[in-house]
């Protein structure tokens, strides 16, 4: 079992203090402490458009949609106290005429704060570090069903 502070100024942020001694009254007030990221630009690995075959279905199954993000934690540097980590956003999301998906990526530099596992953030920091990938795919998917479609773009709504 582990209890660890980080000390910031006057700010405290509480690591695993709930998940170890099940205090969940206190994890609002970490939450308006918000994480020091030094971000690279996002990198779209793939993005597909497809018209649905229904044939292919009746056999196969139909499609469900399905968002996912996931880290990759690149390098956890003590000294600088730094934690650089990938985000992984995977998606498909089913229309009635088309899917989309692909994969979209964005490195992250988390200054102030040592990762260990992903389970360390909680619902807030998924979303905060998922919303460039997000925003992106948003992007992408409003642009392209726009030409594809010749009629006002789609924007998703997360």
Request: glycine residues 4%; proline residues 3%.
């Amino acid at each position: 079992m582990r209890f660890f502070f980080v000390f910031s100024g006057l700010k405290i942020l509480a690591w695993k203090l709930r998940s170890i001694y099940g205090i969940m009254g206190l994890s609002h007030i970490f939450r308006r402490i918000k994480m020091n990221i030094q971000r690279e630009k996002e990198f779209v690995s793939q993005y597909h458009f497809d018209a649905r075959n229904f044939e292919w279905e009746k056999e196969n199954g139909t499609p469900e949609t399905k968002v996912d993000v996931n880290f990759q934690l690149v390098k956890r540097d003590v000294e600088a106290h730094t934690t650089s980590l990938i985000v992984i956003l995977t998606f498909m999301i089913v229309f009635e005429n088309f899917v989309i998906s692909g994969t979209i990526s964005q490195a992250n530099h988390i200054h102030g704060r040592l990762i260990e596992e992903p389970s360390e953030f909680d619902h807030d920091e998924v979303e905060e570090l998922a919303r460039p990938c997000l925003t992106m795919l948003n992007r992408l998917t409003y642009e392209v069903t726009e030409i594809a479609l010749d009629l006002p773009g789609i924007n998703l709504e997360f």
